[in-house]
């Protein structure tokens, strides 16, 4: 993420622009590293977010509504004892580097106007918020660094403030800094990138990698490699990107993954190195966008590694159940001999007597009169060994069909958690999240709704539609309830219905509106049911496909759950779709 100190020049110019001359409200510290601080100016409310937290230091105005703690932290009192009302008199940076300063005119205790600072140093690890006094004294950090941490810089109350040690960098808008880059390429064996990275103030990978774009250079090749010609062009692609920013301004672009469309990167000039950008109109909309994209996709992953934690559980208990029932089934899978044996016992009473440990019977059972051996206790007379078998016979009865009924059960209940797993790994966003968590505290694999201690949400979400090549409505469920949705009530009687075979899937349904469908359709919508399922980077598939007359519910079938008859099946290939819309 490229807070870099170029892009913190501008976003300095730009929060002059928007607060110069605006009066501090509310300030709030919504965790250890970050406060927002709301502002009246120009007749308009902003929230300026401030945060060092070492993942992602930045400051920016926002348009998010952050949750308060009930208690606020010390440093957070603090700011509101000096800040609060303040007049912003403006914000400055230290050349090109990522450190920012807010000065304001604020009231003392004895009520008279002095002036006090805060420094925002956006330096990775080493990111902080420290207010200042009006000669330079440390009143508080929001991080405190004593001389155990860094024996020169102490950021701690009462100090004098000091800058970093000065790296020594290239200003990248002087002019003579084209000459001395010319000069110290010839004698750099670095990669062009690190390089530039090196030697240029403010930039940071993505902005060398940009520069090198421009230039037509490979940012990979030694910078001692490079012709004077290429050193030419570098150089003059600098000038004129340096000269293009200060003179006409930034362009804040956020960054995009071509497949998903979400952002995955910003700054503040034209990305020429990436195939898609899209335009804003602020620094500060763009690093909003970007890190709200961000934020929400963090706390996507973090809820779905939860749920997939918990129903992971559930399948392992549900295989390990399984795996015993099995093994009890095979166990006692030849009950019948044990009731055959103690049959034989009865019928030969006569000629048999305590003490034996073993009898050689004929079995009249069997078709070819076969003789059985059948093992005695020594201790039992025969009566008591026919009754000892016969108490084995139950017991292997009684457990086989329980065994085989516990089977067919966890089964059902195996393949039900599959698709629930399936669901929640290709879930997209909250909502479909929120709907899956609703159908698991449903079905009893959650003890809390989504919904307590809240009002009720409406957490029904529409499946997605694609329209086919023949203009025919294909529909596809993305979870369970989505599915029974689809499936039971919304589709027509002569709609096709649509499966992958032997695997967790979502329900995909072509809407015919009574016309007939073309082979084509069908072929497409059969790829679309084997890329919404767990087979999708398989190289060929069988799905099937019915009419939706032809599937059913069972009684107490669990969600998502259906069988089906008179059913066609399609290999295919699994297909992303090329463009959805959302109902």
């Known amino acids: 993420m490229p807070f870099d100190g170029i892009l913190t020049h501008f976003m300095a110019r730009e929060l002059n622009n928007l607060l110069q001359g605006g009066r501090i409200g509310k300030i709030h510290q919504m965790d250890r590293d970050a406060v927002v601080i709301q502002v009246r100016a120009n007749s308009e409310n902003y929230r300026l977010l401030i945060t060092c937290n070492a993942a992602a230091p930045r400051i920016h105005l926002t348009s998010k509504q952050y949750e308060n703690p009930d208690t606020p932290p010390v440093f957070c009192m603090l700011m509101r004892k000096h800040l609060s009302g303040a007049l912003i008199k403006g914000f400055t940076t230290n050349g090109f580097e990522r450190i920012l300063f807010m000065e304001v005119e604020a009231t003392d205790e004895l009520g008279d106007r002095s002036i006090k600072k805060l420094a925002v140093e956006i330096m990775g690890r080493h990111s902080n918020i420290i207010l200042l006094n009006k000669s330079d004294k440390i009143i508080d950090a929001i991080k405190h660094v004593d001389s155990e941490v860094n024996r020169v810089r102490e950021l701690l109350p009462a100090r004098t403030y000091m800058l970093p040690p000065a790296q020594n960098k290239l200003d990248p808008s002087s002019k003579e ?86 952002p995955v990167d910003f700054h503040i000039t034209a990305m020429t190195q990436f195939p898609q950008v899209k335009s804003m109109a602020t620094i500060s909309e763009a690093v909003d966008s970007f890190y709200q994209s961000k934020q929400t996709k963090e706390v996507i992953s973090q809820r779905t590694a939860e749920l997939i934690k918990i129903m992971s559980r559930h399948l392992e208990k549900c295989e390990k159940r399984l795996s015993i029932n099995v093994a009890t089934l095979e166990e006692n899978q030849s009950f019948e001999d044990l009731r055959i044996m103690g049959e034989l016992i009865t019928a030969n009473i006569y000629a048999l007597s305590k003490g034996m440990d073993s009898a050689r019977l004929l079995n009249y059972y069997s078709q070819d009169e076969a003789y059985m051996d059948i093992p005695l206790s020594r201790e039992k007379n025969p009566q008591e060994n026919a009754q000892l078998y016969f108490k084995r016979y139950n017991k292997a009865r009684n457990a086989y069909a329980y065994a085989e009924s516990q089977i067919e059960s966890l ?18 966003g909250n909502d479909q999240l929120l709907e899956i968590r609703q159908e698991l505290f449903e079905q009893g694999y959650l003890n809390t709704s989504p919904t307590k201690g809240r009002k009720a949400l409406d957490i029904s979400i529409a499946p997605l539609k694609i329209i086919s090549g023949d203009g025919f409505e294909i529909a596809v469920g993305r979870n369970n309830k989505q599915n029974d949705k689809l499936t039971l009530k919304s589709a027509r009687h002569e709609d096709i219905w649509f499966h992958i075979k032997n695997f967790p899937g979502s329900h995909v349904v072509i809407k015919t509106d009574g016309k007939p469908v073309p082979d084509t359709t069908l072929l497409e919508a059969a790829q679309y049911a084997a890329w919404f399922s767990k087979a999708r980077s398989a190289p060929k598939v069988e799905v099937d496909y019915t009419q939706i007359r032809n599937v059913k519910k069972p009684s107490g079938a669990k969600p998502g759950m259906v069988i089906y008859v008179n059913y066609n099946t399609l290999v295919v290939t699994p297909k992303e779709p090329s463009a959805v819309e959302e109902s």
Not at 411 to 428: C, D, G, H, M, P
């Open 177 to 262: 800094t084209s000459a001395c880059l010319m000069e110290a390429a010839c004698q750099s064996g670095k990669k062009l990138e690190s390089f530039l990275l090196d030697n240029l103030q403010g930039f940071s990978p993505i902005l060398c990698r940009e520069l090198c774009a421009r230039a037509g250079l490979d940012e990979r090749i030694p910078a001692s490699s490079l012709s004077s010609s290429d050193l030419t062009r570098l150089t003059e692609t600098l000038e004129e990107m340096m000269q293009s920013l200060l003179h006409h301004g930034p362009a804040p672009v956020l960054i995009l993954d071509p497949q998903s469309g979400r």
């Open 411 to 428: 089964k059902k209940e195996q393949a039900y958690l599959e698709s629930v797993l399936f669901a929640i790994e290709n879930a997209e």
